[in-house]
Structure formats: C-alpha cells, structure tokens
C-alpha cells in the first residue's frame, strides 16, 4: 500500500459554528481528463507518466486534490467510461506502477487524489459480459447484467421503450451460438456499456472490492459516474412517450432508471469501507436529479461526502438566477451537513469561457464560439464569484488559462461517440477535451513531442501556461491569487450560509465574515458604494473614495 496523507486537523468552520470540517468542505478539486493534460511518451495520447510530471504545476495553482477521469482498461468506445478491468491501467495510459508513482508523488506534494468509478455499466468487454454471452441463455452469468426476452411473436421488439441517453433503443438484441437472434441487454448509454444488475449480490460484492484495491493504492476518493443510475425499477416497466434522453429532467420527472431509493443502500454500504480507512476518504456523486434537494439525499451523514451542483452550472450569467440557484443550493445541504459544491465546466460540457460568450438559452453544449472577449471576461468574473462561495469548488483542466471551447473541428476527428448516433446527445464533447497548452510554441504546444490526439487551434499557444505564467492580469495569475486568497482569507471556505447584501439590479453583493463579493452581470458600469479594502478583481477596477466604479461582468473582492 502506498504512503497517505495524514487527516488534517478539523475545526469549526467561520458561518457554521460547532460544525466539524473534513478537508473536503472547503476543497478545490481539479478534474484531470487523462487523454488531454499531458504526454509523456510522445504518442500523442495523455498519459499517467505525463501527469505526474505536471503535478508541481497543480501543487503552485494551490488546489487541494486532483481528480483523474477514468485509466482504467477499456476499448475506448466512449473515452474509457468502458471498463473492461477496474484494476487494471489501460496501456494508452500507462501501468499500475505508473498510477503508485502517481499517487505517491501527489501525496509528497500535498495533493490528494480522487480516481473516477463507473459502477452503472461495464465494457463488454468485461470478462463477466464475455463469458455471458458465450454461455447463452441460462448462463449464471447473464443475471450480473439486465438480460430480457424481446417482445413480439419472434422476440424482434425490445423488452421495453427505454431509450439510450446516446440515442436510439437502450437494448441490443444478441445472437445465440447457432446463429438465431437471442435475448436481449440493456446498455443506457452505447451499446458497448451494458448496464449491470444491482440486485445481484455479486456485483455488490465486486465493487466493494474494487473500493478496497484502489483505497489500498493509496487514493483519496472516488468520483463515482452515474451515481443516480445502478438501481431499476422493479419490472423495467414502460416510460410511454417521454423525452427520455436527457440526464437532467424536471421536478415531476420519476424515470425507472435514475434517482430510484434503492441507490442509498449502495452508498451506505461504501461509507462503511470508506471510513474504515485513515485520512478522510471521500465519494464524489455524479448525480443528474431534478431537484437539488434529491441530489441531497446522496449526500447525507452515512452516504457519499459531496455531489456535483450541476444546477449551478446550468444557470446563466444572471443576477437574479445565480442567486436563487445559490439559495437553494445552500438551502439543500444545510439540512444534511455536507458541503455544496460549486462547478462551471467539466469534460461533458462546454467550456463556460464559451458559454457565457453566446446568448442565454442554448444549454450546456453550443456550437458557435460567439464572443470570445465578452465570454473570457464573464468567465474570469464567474470563477471568483464561485470562489468566493461556501463550499467546495471544482476547476476543469484548462479553464485556468481561459481555453476556449473548439468549436470548428472538423467532423472526420470527431470521437465523441455520442456525435455518431442520432437523437442522442449532442455530441460535441471534443470541443472541451482538445489537450491544453504548456508552451507557446512546438510539437502540440508541449502538450507532448507526439502531436495531438484533437487538433489544437493556432492561437492555442497564446493561451498557453509559458505564455500566461508571471504575467500581471493573465487568467493563470487570477486563479492562482484567488486560490491563494481563499485559502488564506478567514471567511472564505467552508461554510452554509452567505449575507445577500443591497444592490442595484443585475448586481450582487454577498458577505461573509470579513468579506465582500460584488459581482456586475451586467453590460454597463454600476457605481456603488466601496464595502471595505479591494482584494482582488477579475478586471480592471479604479477605486474612488466612498465609491467605485463597478465594470461591466466583473467581480470584485473586498476585505472588510
């Protein structure tokens, strides 16, 4: 087993007196996507040994923990979220010594790590789902999955209308070893992911452990995919007519795949093992509910720690609708004393740095680059309004620099595989997942000496860390000062509650002990009064005695 960090002492946090806090309240957790952060043997795919080469970059951004998208053995049919071996390193990757030499060199940094579990589905490529279908109907093996009869006279229909989140039927129809079509499987993402069966005590009992290998290794934690999935309603029954695909629904929406009760058990059990080991080892839900108070529910006492606000990164650039989605967000963790989380982008989303540069309304995957000025500007201003919020923050790989999404790839590289099937999602993942730059110049812009796995834009090494690096007023120096800021400010943090504070329209202002956050949403200054001592800004700012000036899309801190 290799060396862990030692558990840091917890204390009363500042605006929950008496509450205790793990090192995971307050946290900022960087996500890694393997493929795209760094090279080191030059084949133009990411791997652990470049990574690890990188992590003093990460220790000097000042986060806390690093969370890596899935190593692990895979096909690649939808980038490693296959798995064919959970205890395995996929070769594009590297070797189990190389994750040891990663773990350990995180730990003598300070940094802790949390590796992603994808416990919904398996590759079928997994020897279990192998053997399943060599066995044919009747096969022991079969029940670790969702096998069914189709309907029909011939058994030609699916055994129900549920649909794949990546298009088209969520069952694919089998062949029988003498050649007749066979029973059928459920897979609610691509076909090469069959769902495994949770009422089956071997499956339970296979992740558990699959927890203990990788706690062995040393991690801190698992980001566990589809959280909300795992658990079916009795039966499989029909939806009828629904739009099905999409993970995040309404409030009324109760679907026979995801969110059901009996997820919590499974979650109970895996706190158990997690608790039985030293130094605060976490789980992270990757939960799609309707509501923030269901996605609470993922996170009481004897469950998982934290659960990604996915609310909050679906909400626009608007003062009234980032406070309300502040509000009860806060709102919903109060009562089962875990932290709330505060994301803007991830490796299924566009990059809020474009997002917030086209015109509110078109989701979370846009296809057009819109402003570029305008979006940098508000991304710059949205990071420290995250910041500046009670909880825990996750930075996606790259944001730091004020990457862009790639929106004009061309479509003969696309490998998004949802971009492949019709009526599906839409696809454009690769914009977000194109490697992130190092240097201004060379092969990939030291991304490494092999090329590009995607394509990088021209000006990519303009944004790139040699560029940005040292330089006053880059979106590096901003993350790294208000990284810094927050770790060293008394009333930032954790925490449950922010003081909303009077301000003009499409302004906040919040407080918190010590401290102010005013943010302008708008498209024109706005005078206010000055709170207290100016900390940090995400733009220029001109202080003027009692008042200022704030600009247009800028955030400001105050210390007070």
Known sequence: MTQHLAAPSTGPSDDAPGQPTGWWQDAVIYQVYPRSFADGDGDGMGDLAGITARLPYLRDLGV?????????????ADAGYDVADYRAIDPMFGTLLDADALIREAHDLGLRIIVDLVPNHSSDQHEWFKRALADGPGSALRDRYHFRPGKGADG????????????????????????????????????????????????SDEFRSILRFWLDMGVDGFRVDVAHGLVKAEGLPDLGAHDQVKLLGSADDVLPFFDQDGVHEIYRSWRTILDEYPGDRIAVAEAWTPTVERTANYVRPDEMHQAFNFQYLSTAWDAAELRAVIDSSLGAMRPVGAPTTWVLSNHDVTRHTTRFANPP????????????????????AATLLMLALP????????????????????????????????????????????????????????????????????????????????????????????????????????????????????????????FVCTVNTTGTPVRIPAPGTLL??????????????????????WTV
């Open 64 to 76: 806390d923990a690093v969370w890596l998208s899935p190593f692990y053995a895979s096909p690649q």
């Open 156 to 203: 030609e229909l699916p055994p129900n209308d549920w649909e794949s989140v990546f298009g088209g039927p969520a069952w694919t129809r089998t062949t029988d070893a003498d050649g007749t079509p066979g029973d059928w499987y459920l897979h609610l993402f691509a076909p090469e992911q069959p769902d495994f069966n949770w009422e089956h005590p071997a499956v």
């Open 361 to 380: 309304g078109l989701g979370t995957q846009i296809r057009t680059p819109g402003d570029g000025e305008l979006g940098l500007r508000r991304a710059r």
């Open 391 to 514: 909880g825990s923050a996750y930075v996606y790989q790259g944001e730091e620099l004020g990457l862009p999404d790639v929106t004009d790839l061309p479509d003969e590289v696309r490998q998004d595989p949802s971009y492949f099937r019709a009526e599906g999602q839409d696809g454009f993942r690769d914009g977000c997942r194109v490697p992130i730059p190092w240097t201004r110049e060379g092969s990939s812009y030291g991304f490494g000496s092999g090329g590009s796995w995607l394509p990088q834009p021209d000006s990519w090494g303009t944004y790139s860390v040699e560029a940005q690096a040292g330089t006053e007023g880059s979106t590096l120096e901003l993350y790294r000062a208000a990284i810094a800021a927050r770790r060293e400010h008394p009333g930032l943090g954790a925490g449950t509650d922010v003081e909303w504070l009077d301000a003009p329209e499409g302004v906040l202002a919040l407080g918190r002990p010590g």
């Open 536 to 557: 940090l800004a995400s733009g220029p700012v001109t202080e003027d005695g009692a008042t200022f000036e704030l600009p247009a899309d800028t955030t400001v801190w």
